[in-house]
């Protein structure tokens, strides 16, 4: 028995010291680029590096968002990720509703189309899609940076699911009422799917914040630029200027691990909630 | 009465008149949203890869199946793709080490949500910003990497500078950034193994090696095809980690840097569909191998 006992303990010990080993791989780059980021560059060259910064500035960030204009990009980023947010939400849980409590035609015709497009990987329709969007003379305009990436196919899958719960009763009394289809969805249904709605607006704010691939192509002026784009333009750029770096890398991160941390348990939701085990 | 009678029937005909127009109201704008951005584009995919449209000239020439003629003999093309088969070294690694977390995560310690939490804040941030960060790591003269390497008296390596290291140096990187979606994939899945078999087959004398081998394994099985599939098809669609590491001598051009490279550098677009026309129909071979392996698992 004593021997059972000692050996949980070394089991504990081990188990301890292993989380504590991940922690730090994962947890440290990120504290250590925030605390690089406040670094003059000639610190960068120290052999060992150093820990934490020996003399602390803000000149990285001063440098970018007064010359490197980090501020416009910034407030794009905020600009195309709310928009796209917003209208997610509305389409996506709209969408699932239609598909969820109504019968009609072609119902589930359509609905196979909604569910099969979300099997087709974005490079077989991107350079389509640059050509119909450049025919549309949207190219390089905030209407051709927010339009791409409005509404998501695999969060109407995810409300459709949802929403099947909802009892049926429920809407049938709300229409013996007297009650509008709008008003249905917006007194009824939208208040009974609020942790849905926190899934998905969560999990699409990320998702728009960290958007690469498409407006890498439809944005060419720096004016329209995001974050993302922002930052690989940067690096290619200035390929030495660590200091600034890792700034940038601050600026486009923190936001979105704090929000990650302050609603994380919608992260974990998401995907008890699309069924994935 | 009449009157009242009349009016309340035309007030019921219009609300199921409503009813029935409501459903595409409320599907509509998603459907068509669908349509333009997913099933047109491609749909329109493949003419596309039959002409020499190019950005730069405005007439494009049906050319028939040059492009795809022009890609056999591609060296280029093939070296991207000899790439790309480099990078699925990537999905064992990345599994294994999501399985491991999952399995120490799944001990019931206090606290341990709070790590949970923290294995898996790599997968929501930026691509991009992150790779800045290993930019530097992998820097050879300063850093980190090569730091550690000098500490334990190793030679300092080339890391992403260097052709022979740069794939992986690069798997190393994406095995940071995504071990946490299969950690939480895995998680669930070992959650839903019953106490009660595991018990069972301690009371035989089953060593807790045995049982993780003969009962959790093979009931993770769902998740094992979940994961494979998704990280086979991430692999193909190795993009941003590649477009900002990126190895000298092209080593580490994946498929997708190459035809985004040749659709929007070289302005190439005709050529570029047809490539990326190639990738679908492999990717959705894939996806259709998947559907029928989860759905037999399902019966």
Redesign the interface.
């Known amino acids: 028995m004593k021997n059972n006992n000692a050996r949980k303990i070394y089991f504990k010990i081990i188990l301890y010291l292993l989380i504590l080993i991940i922690t730090v791989i994962v947890a440290f780059p990120f504290l250590w680029m925030i605390l690089s980021s406040f670094k003059e560059l000639s610190e960068f060259y120290n052999v060992p590096p150093t820990f934490l910064p020996e003399k602390f500035n803000l000149d990285n960030y001063r440098e970018l968002f007064s010359r490197g204009q980090f501020g416009v990009y910034y407030l794009n980023s905020i600009l195309v990720t709310s928009i796209q947010v917003v209208t997610s939400i509305l389409i996506d849980l709209a969408a699932g509703y239609g598909f969820a409590k109504y019968q009609f035609k072609y119902r589930n015709g359509l609905f196979l189309m909604v569910l099969s497009s979300t099997m087709i990987p974005w490079v077989a329709t991107i350079i389509p899609l640059y050509i119909l969007v450049s025919n549309l003379k949207m190219v390089d305009t905030y209407w051709g940076l927010i339009l791409v990436g409005m509404a998501d196919a695999t969060f109407i899958f995810l409300a459709r699911n949802f929403m099947t719960s909802i009892p049926t009763p429920l809407l049938e009394a709300a229409r013996i009422d007297g009650a509008g289809e709008l008003t249905i969805f917006r007194k009824i249904v939208i208040p009974s799917v609020k942790p849905l709605i926190a899934v998905i607006g969560i999990q699409k704010m990320i998702s728009s914040w960290n958007a690469f691939q498409w407006p890498l192509l439809v944005v060419n002026s720096d004016k329209y630029r995001t974050l993302p784009i922002a930052i690989a333009k940067l690096s290619s750029q200035y390929e030495d200027a660590y200091d600034l770096k890792m700034a940038a890398a601050v600026v486009a991160i923190v936001p979105v691990l704090v929000i990650y941390i302050l609603f994380q348990k919608y992260f974990t939701e998401g995907i008890s909630l699309s069924g994935i085990k | 009465m009449n009157i009242v009678n009349s009016s309340k029937v035309q007030k019921k005909t219009k609300?199921v008149n409503?009813?029935?127009i409501?459903?595409?109201?409320?599907?509509g704008?998603?459907?068509i949203?669908?349509f333009?951005?997913?099933?047109?584009?491609?749909i329109?995919?493949l003419p596309?890869s039959f002409t020499n449209?190019s950005?730069l000239t405005p007439d494009k020439k049906f050319v028939g199946i040059d492009n795809y003629q022009k890609l056999i003999y591609d060296k280029d093309f093939w070296n991207s793709c000899l790439i790309t088969v480099k990078f699925f070294v990537f999905v064992p690694l990345v599994m294994l080490v999501s399985l491991g977390?999952a399995v120490?995560?799944n001990?019931k310690?206090r606290g341990i949500k709070f790590?949970?939490?923290?294995?898996?804040?790599?997968v929501?941030?930026?691509?991009?910003?992150?790779?800045?960060?290993f930019?530097?790591?992998y820097?050879p003269?300063?850093g980190?990497f090569n730091?550690i390497l000098?500490?334990f008296g190793l030679a300092g390596i080339g890391w992403v500078n260097n052709a022979s290291t740069a794939v992986m140096s690069v798997i190393i990187f994406k095995i940071?950034k995504d071990f946490g979606i299969g950690m939480?994939?895995y998680l669930?899945?070992l959650q839903?193994v019953p106490g009660e078999i595991k018990e069972a087959a301690s009371i035989d004398g089953a060593t807790a090696w045995q049982k993780f081998i003969y009962i959790t394994m093979p009931m993770l099985r769902?998740?094992h095809i979940?994961l494979l599939i998704t990280n086979i098809?991430g692999v193909?669609?190795i993009?941003?980690e590649t477009?900002?590491l990126k190895g000298p001598l092209n080593s580490t051009r994946s498929v997708?840097n190459y035809?985004y490279d040749k659709?929007?550098s070289s302005a190439e677009?005709g050529y570029?569909?047809a490539m990326?026309?190639v990738?679908?129909l492999i990717?959705?071979t894939v996806?259709l191998v998947q559907y029928k392996a989860t759905k037999m698992d399902l019966l």
């Open positions: 609300k409503m009813i029935k409501a459903p595409y109201l409320f599907i704008p998603a459907v949203y669908i333009a951005a997913t099933i047109i584009p491609i329109m995919a596309i449209w950005a977390t120490i995560l001990v310690l790590f949970r939490v923290i294995f898996y804040s790599p929501i941030t930026s691509t991009i910003a992150v790779a800045l960060l930019e530097w790591f820097q003269s300063f980190l730091n000098n500490f940071w939480l994939i669930a899945g839903d769902p998740a979940y098809i193909f669609m993009f941003q477009y900002m997708i035809i659709g929007f677009m570029a569909c990326s026309f990738l679908f990717v959705m996806t």
